[in-house]
């Protein structure tokens, strides 16, 4: 019972540089999301998806791409990576019928420096 | 726009003391709302929720949360707090009909002995 598996746990990236942060679910769930969590800020929406093919920018989406090709997989890209990206990002799924109650993944510690 | 309110950043308590962690919302209608805890180094983790119906409402781990409409809040509470209570708490909103939730920026507490 995986539920939502995001990899990798930790990473350093140097500044310009280019990397993917996978993210996983076995539950079936249609909706899908990305957050990122900077001290005292709680928890900002970056992309969103509602299903496979379908996705749209949250809050804070400059510096990032995704795509969702299938109904469990939905990784973020970094094209550029800068200093400000610098965060911990989580992976989080929901189902429609469940209201928006979502799944969180453990997350993923990226510094860029 | 939707916005959540946590006013208290930190928080300490005794163990077998009480909690109260306060959570106020900005919005039209009532949203969806929840509670989420995040352990050091841990993924969120699903306290309890509201939807509809009785305002008082149960969670995991001791855990109860009253909605009240007039006052535009869902406070967090416990009885009798333990040591593995020591985590971050975080207030969340989801208007109905929209599957993106609103965080509120958290209330770290901290249990002493």
């Known amino acids: 019972n995986a539920g939502v598996t995001q990899t990798p746990k930790f990473r350093i990236l140097k500044i310009g540089q280019s990397m993917t942060l996978q993210c996983t679910q076995d539950m079936n769930h249609n909706y899908m999301y990305w957050y990122r969590q900077d001290p005292g800020m709680g928890l900002k929406l970056i992309y969103y998806s509602v299903g496979a093919g379908i996705t749209d920018k949250g809050e804070v989406p400059n510096g990032y791409n995704v795509s969702r090709s299938t109904t469990e997989d939905f990784p973020l890209r970094l094209e550029l990576a800068a200093p400000s990206q610098t965060s911990v990002y989580f992976c989080a799924s929901s189902y429609s019928g469940g209201g928006p109650e979502a799944f969180f993944g453990q997350g993923t510690r990226l510094t860029v420096v | 726009a939707q916005s959540v309110t946590q006013p208290d950043i930190h928080i300490t308590v005794s163990e077998g003391a009480s909690l109260e962690l306060r959570c106020n919302y900005s919005?039209?209608?009532?949203?969806?709302l929840f509670w989420y805890v995040q352990s050091p180094g841990q993924g969120l983790q699903l306290l309890l929720k509201?939807?509809?119906?009785?305002?008082l409402v149960q969670g995991i781990k001791g855990f109860e949360a009253e909605f009240k409409r007039s006052q535009s809040s869902f406070n967090l509470r416990k009885p009798s707090v333990h040591w593995s209570d020591a985590a971050e708490y975080f207030c969340a909103v989801g208007p109905p009909g929209d599957y993106k939730l609103s965080f509120g920026a958290g209330t770290t507490v901290t249990v002493r002995a």
């Open positions: 509201y939807f509809s119906g009785d305002t």
């Open positions: 919005y039209g209608a009532t949203p969806y």
